[in-house]
């Protein structure tokens, strides 16, 4: 079992640029969410998916885009990135909605 | 509205002593608690959950931790620490649903 992956582990862009960070699980999860960190912030949800075609907002949902056309896939995407947005990325995919249990290695992103 | 403070940023021991990592939470009702690790350059694991079942929560890797209401705390303990032990740990409350709040974080290190 692969788990979690996300693609890239890096990436650098510059202010502007759109991105779409991937995420894909093969454990048939219906619940899937991506969370950024941030130095001395823990963890916070960006967005979120309880199954194919059905997304909504978490706490930070600004600047970013998702979609849901497939069990296995839930990418994240920047459509116009700013400094602000510079920070890791985490996947992460759960039989159990609302309670992630199984996270990828993360995506650092920086936006210059 | 639900939200933890995870009380050290940062906490040493000495490998085969007792681990205390503190976390208080506030709550309008009884909250879902959790405990997360994070290994460094990985995505979080569960460590354990408390969902208003048994109040001592036992979890992977000898970890427990006891919800206690009156104090609102869940606090998370080890009898022993394990160099393997050294990493970030996540005190997080479930809000309505899915969304999840997480603490900053406790580091935690462990001398040999």
């Known amino acids: 079992n692969a788990g979690v992956t996300q693609t890239p582990k890096f990436q650098v862009l510059k202010t502007g640029q759109s991105m779409t960070l991937q995420c894909a699980q093969d454990m048939n999860h219906e619940y899937m969410s991506w969370y950024r960190q941030d130095p001395g912030m823990g963890l916070r949800l960006i967005h979120y998916?309880?199954?194919?075609?059905?997304?909504d907002q978490g706490e930070v949902p600004n600047g970013y885009n998702v979609s849901r056309s497939t069990t296995e896939d839930f990418p994240l995407r920047l459509l116009s990135a700013a400094p602000s947005q510079t920070s890791v990325y985490f996947c992460a995919s759960s039989y159990l909605r609302g309670q992630p249990q199984h996270f990828g290695d993360g995506t650092r992103l920086s936006i210059l | 509205a639900q939200s933890v403070t995870q009380l050290d940023s940062h906490v040493s021991v000495s490998e085969g002593t007792p681990v205390l990592l503190r976390c208080n939470y506030s709550?309008?009702?009884?909250?879902?608690l959790f405990w997360y690790v994070q290994h460094p350059n990985k995505g979080l694991q569960l460590l354990l959950k408390y969902t208003s079942a048994a109040t001592l929560v036992k979890g992977i890797n000898g970890f427990e931790a006891e919800f206690k209401k009156s104090e609102t705390s869940f606090h998370l303990t080890k009898p022993s620490a394990h160099m393997s032990d050294a990493a970030e740990y996540f005190c997080v409350v479930r809000r309505d649903g899915n969304d999840m709040r997480f603490g900053a974080g406790t580091r935690l290190t462990v001398k040999p």
């Open positions: 998916s309880v199954g194919a075609g059905i997304t």
């Open positions: 709550s309008s009702y009884s909250p879902s």
